[in-house]
């Protein structure tokens, strides 16, 4: 199971990495996975945009194939000990972060990224970068 992170979803969008659009079409859409927590932020970049109907509109084309996973109670209990792990260590990441790897832990995926510094702190978390 692949979850994506924003900025693997705001590169596809923009359409302009060929690779990337390739990476995306050696996969099923069964198999790749839309954290809520990531939908969230690109619902904000929506609102956020100028364009926001435009914009929207490619949003729900882009998402439509995938199922969105919600953070769950499982996510939450992995999500709270990660956070106090990285609290002791004086290390904590940003808090939709934790939340995203949380729930690629409690499910048990992969996730595919670009911002590696932030999870790679986290040492059970499968990461690929597209």
Same mark, same amino acid.
């Not at 690779?19 to 050696?26: H, V």
């Not at 904000?44 to 996973?69: H, M």
């Not at 999870?119 to 990461?127: A, P, S, V, W, Y």
């Given at each position: 199971?692949?979850?994506?992170?924003?900025?693997?979803?705001?590169?596809?969008?923009?359409?302009?990495?060929?690779?990337?659009?390739?990476?995306?079409?050696?996969?099923?859409?069964?198999?790749?996975?839309?954290?809520?927590?990531?939908?969230?932020?690109? @619902?904000?970049?929506?609102?956020?945009?100028?364009?926001? !109907?435009?914009?929207?509109? !490619? @949003? &729900?084309?882009? @998402?439509?194939?995938?199922?969105?996973?919600?953070?769950?109670?499982?996510?939450?209990?992995?999500?709270?000990?990660? !956070?106090?792990?990285?609290?002791?260590?004086?290390?904590?990441?940003?808090?939709?972060?934790?939340?995203?790897?949380? &729930?690629?832990?409690?499910?048990?995926? &992969?996730?595919? &990224? !670009?911002?590696?510094?932030?999870?790679?702190?986290?040492?059970?978390?499968?990461?690929?970068?597209?």
């Amino acid at each position: 199971m692949i979850f994506l992170d924003s900025d693997i979803c705001i590169h596809f969008l923009n359409g302009r990495d060929a690779d990337l659009i390739k990476r995306f079409q050696a996969h099923s859409p069964t198999d790749i996975k839309i954290a809520s927590i990531v939908h969230a932020e690109l @619902l904000f970049g929506v609102a956020n945009s100028k364009k926001i !109907r435009e914009n929207g509109s !490619r @949003l &729900t084309k882009f @998402l439509e194939p995938y199922d969105i996973v919600p953070f769950d109670s499982r996510a939450a209990s992995i999500y709270a000990q990660i !956070r106090f792990d990285l609290s002791k260590e004086g290390n904590l990441i940003g808090p939709n972060d934790l939340i995203l790897a949380a &729930t690629v832990l409690g499910n048990q995926g &992969t996730l595919v &990224t !670009r911002n590696v510094g932030e999870f790679r702190r986290l040492k059970n978390l499968n990461i690929e970068i597209w």
